[in-house]
């Protein structure tokens, strides 16, 4: 069956309402195929608490910008108008060892929809549930590759020059890709597949001149 019908309860206005969106599966698998990252590997898609999703959205070292507090507001109003958004791709997590879900109260961890689930998070508990993609990753430059291939997605296209450098630079850093120009190259295009040869040139510029490097990520620290 292509068409399937979610229940989501969302707050519109004051009061909370039980609103039926009809979502077709075929269509959204079609749009958005999931991204092919080195070390990075899906595993299933299955529909959680949002409670259960530990966000750090400082923590997410694809963003070398911050958190951008008006696009969570925007989100937020967009969720209370039209419902989850299903025209994007899920929200993409890894799963939590045990001491990691006992310092975190939580399960798994986001690693792309960061701003999804805090404009989500902000409703009250208006909605229970979400869909998410559950990966594994090797290592954490796989992780980070991933965040930033998942930012490539339309219509947001918000993957940004630094980002792709910092991306970049993490394979070098790890051994995986040598420090040379046609490595380097290779291993941005790979990761952002039908974006501008501008912004590739220009991350590929930055690595060589070592503005690439770990520490603009906004998260980084030495553990």
């Known amino acids: 069956m292509d068409n399937y019908i979610q229940l989501t309860r969302f707050t519109y206005g004051l009061m909370p309402r039980m609103v039926l969106i009809v979502m077709s ?3 959204k698998k079609n749009m958005f195929p999931r991204p092919v990252v080195d070390g ?3 595993i299933r898609t299955e529909n959680v608490r949002v409670g259960d999703l530990h966000n750090t959205i400082e923590a997410n070292e694809a963003r070398t910008s911050g958190k951008n507090d008006m696009h969570i507001r925007a989100l937020r109003t967009s969720i209370i108008e039209n419902g989850i958004m299903q025209h994007l791709p899920n929200m993409i997590v890894r799963e939590l060892s045990g001491i990691e879900m006992k310092s975190t109260g939580c399960t798994r961890s986001l690693v792309d929809g960061n701003y ?6 902000s409703l009250d508990g208006m909605i229970d549930t979400v869909n998410v993609d559950v990966w594994k990753f090797d ?3 796989a992780m980070r590759c ?6 490539n997605h339309a219509p947001a296209l918000s993957l940004n020059e630094k980002d792709l ?10 051994s995986k890709i040598g420090k040379d120009v046609k490595e380097i190259r290779k291993a941005a295009k790979k990761l952002v597949k039908g974006k501008a040869k501008e912004l590739v040139n220009g991350a590929v510029k930055r690595v060589l001149e070592g ?3 770990r520490e ?3 998260s980084y620290t030495d553990g």
């Open 25 to 27: 599966s075929k269509k």
């Open 40 to 42: 990075a590997v899906y």
């Open 116 to 121: 999804r689930h805090a404009a989500i998070n």
């Open 139 to 141: 290592d954490l430059s």
């Open 146 to 151: 991933l965040q930033v291939a998942a930012n």
């Open 165 to 174: 450098a910092n991306a970049v630079q993490s394979l070098i850093d790890e």
């Open 211 to 213: 503005n690439g490097i």
């Open 216 to 218: 603009q990520f906004v």
